[in-house]
């Protein structure tokens, strides 16, 4: 008889998580059993427990968790390249491995996961909320290399996810330049340190909550705006009238997306990283000229790596709140109430 061990799973569409005990996985060939560690939990997650069952790709019944730390517990037959105790970092958005984005590593972008089926742990396969995780292949574990596994979690997610958005616009945000930060959750407090660390931009960050705003500033923002109708002209103020060079958007609801077109400078980027899924008009005329926009999607699997080294270097540090299994499903409310600051992670 098979061992049995606990999960945090989406049941069924409608439903919120529930702690539930399941099979624990059996490493086939190719395959690596991890003891998970640590499991980051992201607002995506009550993103996709929101949407019925029609607007979603992810079927239920599956674990949560698609930030996820562990040590190698036990390695399927041909496996090479870890060793059993090995603590590492899985990279979640996995793609075939084949296709020509894959081979350069950007497997969040490959563009056969539909054909093939393949999935995100956590997003419509098994997740890291859970005593053990079972991962497809080698080539998605990144060794922790001496990093704690509750701080690093959200780097798989919340650092990586900024980190991709802040790269494609490295060449804006030179010295003098100003990036803005909308929204400093688990995503956003990642965001002020990359941008600290990889630039020479001046960060404006805004929330709607107080205790948001501390923390941006506890993390290197130079200037915290509360975020409602005032922050575009505000600023302009700061920017001595020319808009932000760069703005992150890590809600992606309405106003946030307008806050973003009324603060952006000409030629400036907008990324939209957050799902609210508010659109946002783009044609001559409508932005200042030569405004770029993205909605980026995750990170490559060389960011990953980049950013475990930056932790190791001291220059990001997760804001983290740890949490059990069975206190998951109330977690996660705090999460939906905007009661968690930072990130919170599950310590099975
Ligand atoms: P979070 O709940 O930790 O943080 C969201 C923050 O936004 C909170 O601090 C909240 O107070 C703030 N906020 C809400 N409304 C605001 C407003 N009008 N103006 C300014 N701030 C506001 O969420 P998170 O886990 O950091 O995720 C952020 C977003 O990014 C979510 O939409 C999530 O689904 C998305 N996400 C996208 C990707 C991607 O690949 N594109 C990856 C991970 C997460
Ligand atoms: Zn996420
Ligand atoms: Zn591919």
């Not at 590593?105 to 098994?126: A, F, M, S, Y």
């Not at 106003?255 to 000409?266: D, R």
């Not at 980026?296 to 804001?319: C, F, K, M, N, Q």
Request: include cysteine.
């Amino acid at each position: 008889m098979g061992q049995f061990m606990k999960a945090v799973q989406y049941q069924q569409v409608g439903a919120g998580p529930a702690v539930v005990e399941v099979p624990k996985p059996e490493p086939g060939p190719g395959q690596v059993l991890l003891r998970v560690t640590a499991a980051g939990m992201c607002h995506s997650d009550l993103e996709i427990m929101s949407w019925s069952g029609d607007q979603s790709p992810f079927e239920p019944p599956f674990t949560l968790g698609h930030e996820g730390i562990g040590t190698v517990a036990e390695l399927g037959p041909g496996v090479r390249g870890v060793r059993e105790g090995q603590s590492v970092a899985v990279y979640g958005p996995w793609g075939c491995g084949v296709c020509r984005n894959c081979a350069q590593g950007r497997e969040n972008h490959c563009t056969r996961v539909e054909e093939l089926d393949i999935r995100p742990p956590g997003l419509g396969r098994p997740g890291a909320m859970a005593e053990y995780l079972l991962v497809d292949d080698v080539r998605h574990l990144v060794p922790l290399d001496g990093l704690d596994p509750v701080q690093a979690a959200p780097l798989t997610d919340a650092g990586l996810t900024p980190h991709h958005a802040v790269k494609r616009s490295l060449p804006k945000l030179v010295g003098g330049s100003t990036a803005v930060v909308i929204g400093v959750g688990g995503l956003g407090h990642l965001a002020v340190q990359i941008l600290r660390a990889t630039t020479g931009a001046r960060v404006i960050a805004l929330d709607v909550a107080d205790e948001k705003l501390e923390l941006a500033q506890e993390v290197g923002a130079h200037e915290v705006v509360h975020s409602d109708g005032s922050a575009p002209a505000r600023i302009r103020e700061l920017t001595g009238g020319l808009g932000a060079d760069v703005v992150l958007d890590f809600v992606g609801t309405a106003p946030t997306v307008q806050l973003a077109a009324q603060s952006v400078a000409i030629a400036g980027d907008i990324t939209i990283v957050g799902i609210g899924g508010a659109p946002l008009p783009v044609g001559f005329g409508l932005l200042p000229y030569e405004v770029s926009v993205a909605a980026p999607y995750w990170g490559t699997r060389s960011e990953l790596i980049e950013v475990l080294d930056l932790a190791r270097s001291g220059a990001l540090r997760a804001h983290v709140e740890a949490f059990s299994l069975d206190e998951a499903p109330e977690v996660y409310e705090r999460l939906h109430a905007g009661k968690i600051t930072g990130r919170a992670v599950v310590v099975p």
